[in-house]
């Protein structure tokens, strides 16, 4: 070998050696940068339940993370080229013409009916604030308002069993990063961690949380997880569904959507991403109805909208009074309220109950004691999905139990409950109030079109 031979060789080797080097710690920033924020980002203020391990069964069944965009009205992802999430739908399944919240199509309402798989009237949470004339006879609190920590937290004002209460009691662990209900014991059992809800927490650090989860070991990793994106929602009410300031809201929560989906297929798990809405927006007419106005409201108590009278003399003057008294309402004895609205069943939505017609702000009084009287925020919702379309919300949903390519009518969002229980291998409760969801609604998206048996639902039928 000549000298100068060696000598190009000697070089070649320090140039590639440098250029190892190069690459190698470019890869180390590019792993650092990817990993920066779960290392470095504060610890997020999870509490815990006191529960063991995943059951062997439960260790061996995929996991569901269950997205809620508030307020992400059913056509926003085609009308503003939301591509992640539209990817999601041609990946999964997605009702191109929305999906039918209960009514009211309200937050609270609409969260706890998708957890719960039960009209607003058999879970409980009538309104995102209402009475209870039993809990006042009983002596209890008797107001219920999302704005009440005490409230809120108390599981003795919610009925069914959400999802986490169904997986905890059969040996799976869960996770929320907020869900409405995730902060009360409800049905024996809450979350294996939660957090109390707090709406500054970035919303990167919450996609990075889901990816913690699923990054512990399978002993303790959540199988059931759900997080919860308020944007669409907010901007909504401020600007209305059309503002460029909602559209840039759709945008933000889409590439979201796409972080957490890229995050997701990283960790190499059978993963079934469920993105959810609760409820569209519509633009609102900018006067106030006050029911005040029409009726003679003596002897009502009054929270928002709903009426509680105090006799049945009440009740009937009022209903009267308010019968033909404008065309932005109907008003209905609560025993009367149409069947196909499922809210004629709950003394908590007050006694009669006004039903708006259009997009119209609705109050029993006008505020009092010099309260100033603010004008109906742009946006709103709450009216009834099957007489406005642009109360319905969005569906979304891929993943190894989800057929490709499937499409799905508009559905009552009571249903998901039974298909996302079906996709993890828990036994639906047998506990009353029955379910109003039905698997049969959505079980031809499943490639097992909801046929396998779970495994503790064969052990009961024994
Ligand atoms: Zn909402
Ligand atoms: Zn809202």
């Known amino acids: 070998m000549s000298h100068s031979v060696a000598t190009q060789e000697r070089t070649s080797v320090r140039i590639s050696t440098r250029f190892l080097l190069a690459v190698a710690s470019l890869l180390f920033l590019a792993a650092l940068s990817l990993t920066a924020q779960p290392t470095t980002a504060p610890a997020l203020p999870i509490l815990h339940s006191d529960h063991g391990p995943n059951s062997v069964a439960a260790q061996r069944a995929p996991y569901v993370v269950l997205v809620s965009l508030d307020g992400f009205r059913w056509d926003y992802a085609a009308r503003d080229h939301a591509e992640n999430l539209l990817r999601l739908g041609r990946d999964g399944v997605w009702a191109p013409d929305g999906m039918l919240p209960s009514y009211p199509s309200l937050t609270f309402p609409n969260h706890l009916s998708l957890i719960t798989g039960l009209y607003p009237e058999h879970h409980g949470i009538v309104a995102n604030s209402f009475l209870d004339p039993a809990r006042a006879a009983a002596g209890k609190p008797d107001a219920y308002s999302i704005r009440d920590q005490q409230a809120v937290t108390d599981g003795?004002?919610?009925?069914?069993?959400?999802?986490?209460?169904?997986?905890?009691?059969?040996?799976?662990?869960?996770?929320?990063?907020?869900?409405?209900?995730?902060?009360?014991?409800?049905?024996?059992?809450?979350?294996?961690?939660?957090?109390?809800?707090?709406?500054?927490?970035?919303?990167?650090?919450?996609?990075?949380?889901?990816?913690?989860?699923?990054?512990?070991?399978?002993?303790?990793?959540?199988?059931?997880?759900?997080?919860?994106?308020?944007?669409?929602?907010?901007?909504?009410?401020?600007?209305?569904?059309?503002?460029?300031?909602?559209?840039?809201?759709?945008?933000?929560?889409?590439?979201?959507?796409?972080?957490?989906?890229?995050?997701?297929?990283?960790?190499?798990?059978?993963?079934?991403?469920?993105?959810?809405?609760?409820?569209?927006?519509?633009?609102?007419?900018?006067?106030?109805?006050?029911?005040?106005?029409?009726?003679?409201?003596?002897?009502?108590?009054?929270?928002?909208?709903?009426?509680?009278?105090?006799?049945?003399?009440?009740?009937?003057?009022?209903?009267?009074?308010l019968k033909h008294a404008s065309d932005k309402f109907q008003v209905y004895r609560l025993r009367n309220l149409p069947a196909a609205l499922h809210f004629n069943q709950n003394p908590r939505a007050g006694d009669p109950v006004v039903i708006p017609t259009g997009p119209y702000a609705i109050r029993a009084r006008a505020p009092?004691?010099?309260?100033?009287?603010?004008?109906?925020?742009?946006?709103?919702?709450?009216?009834?999905?099957?007489?406005?379309?642009?109360?319905?919300?969005?569906?979304?949903?891929?993943?190894?139990?989800?057929?490709?390519?499937?499409?799905?009518?508009?559905?009552?969002?009571?249903?998901?409950?039974?298909?996302?229980?079906?996709?993890?291998?828990?036994?639906?409760?047998?506990?009353?109030?029955?379910?109003?969801?039905?698997?049969?609604?959505?079980?031809?998206?499943?490639?097992?079109?909801?046929?396998?048996?779970a495994p503790r639902a064969q052990e009961q039928a024994h």
């Open 156 to 321: 003795s004002w919610y009925s069914g069993v959400p999802l986490w209460s169904l997986a905890e009691s059969q040996g799976m662990r869960t996770a929320c990063l907020f869900w409405p209900g995730s902060e009360a014991k409800i049905a024996s059992e809450r979350p294996s961690e939660y957090l109390r809800f707090d709406d500054h927490i970035d919303e990167s650090l919450r996609v990075d949380q889901v990816v913690r989860w699923l990054r512990e070991p399978p002993a303790t990793r959540p199988h059931f997880i759900t997080v919860y994106f308020s944007d669409a929602d907010h901007a909504g009410h401020a600007y209305g569904p059309d503002a460029p300031q909602t559209r840039a809201a759709i945008h933000h929560l889409d590439q979201l959507i796409g972080q957490l989906r890229h995050a997701l297929a990283a960790t190499g798990l059978p993963i079934d991403l469920v993105v959810v809405s609760d409820h569209g927006m519509v633009q609102t007419d900018d006067k106030w109805v006050t029911l005040s106005d029409y009726a003679d409201l003596t002897g009502f108590q009054t929270d928002g909208p709903l009426l509680y009278g105090n006799t049945e003399a009440d009740r009937q003057r009022v209903y009267d009074q």
């Open 368 to 453: 009092q004691g010099g309260k100033p009287d603010r004008p109906p925020v742009v946006g709103s919702h709450g009216y009834n999905p099957l007489t406005m379309p642009q109360m319905k919300a969005s569906f979304f949903a891929a993943g190894p139990e989800i057929r490709p390519g499937s499409r799905v009518a508009p559905f009552e969002n009571v249903n998901l409950y039974p298909w996302i229980a079906h996709m993890l291998g828990l036994s639906l409760p047998l506990a009353a109030p029955p379910l109003d969801g039905k698997l049969n609604i959505l079980s031809g998206t499943l490639r097992d079109n909801g046929e396998t048996a």
